[in-house]
C-alpha cells in the first residue's frame, strides 16, 4: 500500500511568487489535513477537508488556500510568499471523519522563501 | 486560545535508562491524545496514543498516562535504545467547525547514548 505522497519534495520561491503543494491520501483515507511545522517547532494546523469540504481552518492569513479533489488527493495554495512561509507543509490523512484521529502523515515538501 | 505545553525541551539519557517527556493542555474538550517521532528529516510518526476515558495505555516499552483532572499526560520510554534517539512531540485534539485538528508540542528532543 502507497502512504501519503506529496509533491515536490523541495520548493524553492521568491518572495512574492506563489507556491502550489500536492498531496495524495493512503488510498480509502477522504479526509486530508495540512500543517505547517517551522523549523524547531510542532506542527501547526492550516486546514483539514473531508470529502472534498473544509472542515477546519487553523490561524493562518488568507494568503493560505486549499481544496480537495474528487479523488480525494489535495492541493495547498500559498500566495504572495513571505520569508516567514519557509517551513515543512506536511500532509496528513485520515480515514475518519474527524480527521485527527490515527494520522498517517507524508514526509512532506520543504518551501524555502528567499 | 488552547496550548499544549511540552517539557523538557531537551533530555539525554543512557542506553537502557527510562525517559519521560510531559505534556499539559488547554482545552477541556480535548479527547485524543497522541505521541508522534520524528526522526532528523523524516515525517512525523505516530507511536502511541489515548483517548480520554482511558488512563493508561502500554506498548512494549512505550507507555502514555492520561490524568484529565489535571490536564495532563505523559509519555513514559523503558529501557531506551539509541535508535529511540529522536524528537517527540505529544498533541491534544481540538474541535475546529466540523472538523478535528491536531495542537503539537513544541518537542523534546531525546538523546539515547550508549
Known amino acids: 500500500d502507497a502512504g501519503v505522497t506529496q509533491s515536490p519534495t523541495h520548493l524553492i520561491k521568491t518572495r512574492g511568487q506563489q507556491v502550489t503543494l500536492r498531496c495524495s491520501p493512503i488510498s480509502g483515507h477522504k479526509s486530508v489535513s495540512w500543517y505547517q511545522q517551522v523549523l524547531g517547532q510542532g506542527p501547526q494546523f492550516i486546514f483539514q477537508?473531508?470529502?472534498?469540504?473544509?472542515?477546519g481552518r487553523g490561524n493562518f492569513p488568507d494568503r493560505f488556500s486549499a481544496r480537495q479533489f474528487p479523488n480525494y488527493s489535495s492541493e495547498l495554495n500559498v500566495n504572495a510568499l513571505l520569508l516567514g512561509d519557509s517551513a515543512l507543509y506536511l500532509c496528513?490523512?485520515?480515514?475518519?471523519?474527524?480527521?485527527?484521529?490515527?494520522?498517517?502523515f507524508g514526509s512532506g515538501t520543504r518551501l524555502t522563501v528567499v | 486560545g488552547e496550548n499544549v505545553e511540552q517539557h523538557p525541551s531537551t533530555l539525554s539519557v543512557q542506553e537502557g535508562d527510562s525517559a519521560v517527556i510531559k505534556c499539559t493542555y488547554s482545552?477541556?474538550?480535548?479527547?485524543?491524545f497522541p505521541w508522534y517521532k520524528q526522526e532528523l528529516g523524516k515525517r512525523p510518526q505516530l507511536i502511541i496514543d489515548i483517548r480520554s476515558n482511558v488512563g493508561e495505555k502500554k506498548d512494549q516499552r512505550i507507555a502514555v498516562t492520561l490524568n484529565k483532572t489535571a490536564k495532563h499526560f505523559s509519555l513514559h520510554i523503558t529501557e531506551t535504545q539509541p535508535e529511540d534517539s529522536a524528537v517527540y512531540f505529544c498533541a491534544a485534539s481540538i474541535r475546529d467547525q466540523a472538523g478535528t485538528a491536531l495542537i503539537f508540542g513544541k518537542g523534546t528532543t531525546l538523546s539515547v547514548s550508549s
Open positions: 482545552d477541556s474538550a480535548s479527547n485524543y
Open positions: 496528513a490523512s485520515s480515514p475518519l471523519a474527524g480527521g485527527a484521529y490515527g494520522y498517517t
Open positions: 477537508y473531508y470529502e472534498k469540504e473544509e472542515r
